[in-house]
């Protein structure tokens, strides 16, 4: 049987820091579910929309050898929902969310990678409006 590893995120400006948690957590099991935030989403999030529109982003992620499957992310509140509907034994976050997730190990596996140190979007941002 397959082990099915699920994983959430905005992944705008993809980074190397977006690339190693997702080979991180495809080592895990052997089949990759990644949640993709929709431009909406984010917009509600952060009060931004993505620099990246929603549908590249997908293709970008789908593209990566490390993952299966993608879908869109329309709320924060349905990841139990995700979860059971993608049929995940694994859920693997970023530590920058360690602990916040466990509320979802009654229906799989929670893990947590440490973050890539000093590179995230919002600091790729920042640098070129620097220059
Ligand atoms: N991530 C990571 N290491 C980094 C940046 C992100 O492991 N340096 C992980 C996050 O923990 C998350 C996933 O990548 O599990 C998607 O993160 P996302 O929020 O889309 O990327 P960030 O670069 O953190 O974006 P932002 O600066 O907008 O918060």
Same mark, same amino acid.
């Given at each position: 049987?397959?082990? $099915?590893? #699920?994983?959430?995120?905005?992944?705008?400006?993809?980074?190397?820091?977006?690339?190693?948690?997702? *080979?991180? %957590? @495809?080592?895990?099991?052997?089949?990759?579910?990644?949640?993709?935030?929709?431009?909406?989403?984010?917009?509600?999030?952060?009060?931004?929309?993505?620099?990246?529109?929603?549908?590249?982003?997908? $293709?970008? #992620?789908?593209?990566?050898?490390?993952?299966?499957?993608?879908?869109?992310?329309?709320?924060?509140? *349905?990841? %139990? @929902?995700?979860?059971?509907?993608?049929?995940?034994?694994?859920?693997?976050?970023?530590?920058?969310?360690?602990?916040?997730?466990?509320?979802?190990?009654?229906?799989?596996?929670?893990?947590?990678?440490?973050?890539?140190?000093?590179?995230?979007?919002?600091?790729?941002?920042?640098?070129?409006?620097?220059?």
């Amino acid at each position: 049987m397959s082990r $099915r590893v #699920i994983t959430f995120g905005t992944f705008d400006l993809f980074h190397i820091g977006h690339l190693n948690i997702l *080979q991180n %957590a @495809a080592s895990l099991g052997d089949y990759l579910i990644v949640g993709i935030s929709s431009d909406e989403l984010n917009y509600h999030k952060k009060g931004f929309f993505p620099t990246v529109n929603f549908t590249d982003r997908a $293709r970008i #992620i789908a593209a990566l050898a490390c993952v299966q499957q993608v879908f869109k992310e329309e709320s924060l509140e *349905q990841k %139990a @929902a995700y979860i059971q509907r993608y049929a995940a034994d694994v859920l693997v976050m970023g530590d920058d969310w360690a602990g916040i997730f466990d509320i979802y190990s009654d229906l799989c596996e929670v893990r947590y990678f440490p973050r890539t140190p000093e590179i995230s979007t919002t600091e790729i941002v920042n640098k070129i409006k620097e220059r």
